[in-house]
């Protein structure tokens, strides 16, 4: 592992000096590549610096305790070298997390899709539930969200609601939220007083540049058509709806939420080609028979994930068995209690598997 640091810290260096270099400070492309692999770097090659003047202290207080007879300074320096001690564990604790392999997502920004299932307009007000949920942890977060495509009910809720979330990270804290959320509760609508089971489903796509996915013309077929709202009718005279088919896939993506024609084309084709990249990324894990988030789900939309139970005020997330009593305050956008044993879960199966 000192190894690795070490040659680490020599390319962060490296960097450095390039980043000095008046050739890369006229070049604004060099400069931001550069820019991006120091800060990069930079976490590591710190943790590592105070991780070795640790170690040089740890030598220094044992010589210490060696040569003192003083039995009050050789108890001083016994102290300090538990100390010394404990604290390079806990630096090489971090370094092993900070080698582990990066998600090269793990940056970007997210596409969510969350669609109604089981439970009629239950559903689709729990879906809606869902959605306000997360668009007010990104507000905590200083994140940007921007509604990309809805089929709302007229009680308020969203047969489907596809949004983007704009913001560093947000794909880091967000890609184990896909799969099958599960709501037991009582329906306003519901006289008895019986508690109602339904769910909806919730895919997290990192967004796709034009870089990572490039998209022949050919291979799409595009059709306007008037936009509707409730029970069909017709919400405006133009054809500014748009239905994008990808041919050689066959994904379809209809966006009719803004009146511009070309604002809806815009937004489907983002969709289109972060339901692509994630398509492929599919095929790759089941290629390689690995699948990175083995221990806290792959993201399939099928796969049961968590029961929001209104009348206990309890969340239970079945893939790391963890059960909080505070609905409440989650369906409020206070995620980081639900997020971070999830992100703690994969850091954990992958430190078992690294090898470093």
Known sequence: MFEKLSAIEEKYEEIGRLLADPEVLNDPQAMKKYAKQYAELEDIVHCFRDYR??????????EMLNQNNDIEMAELAKEEVQRLEELIAQYEDQLRV?????DPNDEKDVIVEIRAGTGGEEAALFAGDLFRMYSRYAELKNWRVEIMSSNDTELGGFKEVIFAVEGRGAYSKLKFEGGVH???????????GRIHTSAATVAVLPEAEEVDI??????????????SGHGGQSVNTTDSAVRITHLPTGL??????EKSQLKNKDKALKILRARILA??????????????????????RSERIRTYNFPQNRLTDHRINLTLYQLDRIMEGDLNEVIDPLLAADQAERLGSAEL
């Open 53 to 62: 003047k640790a170690h040089q202290e740890l030598d220094d207080a044992k």
């Open 98 to 102: 900070l080698l582990l392999p990066k």
């Open 182 to 192: 599960r709501v037991q509760r009582i329906p306003s609508t519901e006289s008895g």
């Open 214 to 227: 490039q998209i022949a013309p050919n291979d799409l077929r595009i059709d306007v058509y008037h936009a």
């Open 252 to 257: 379809v993506v209809t966006c009719q939420d």
């Open 279 to 300: 398509q492929k990324q599919e095929e790759q894990d089941a290629e390689t028979m690995q699948t990175r988030r083995s221990m806290v789900g792959s993201g399939d």
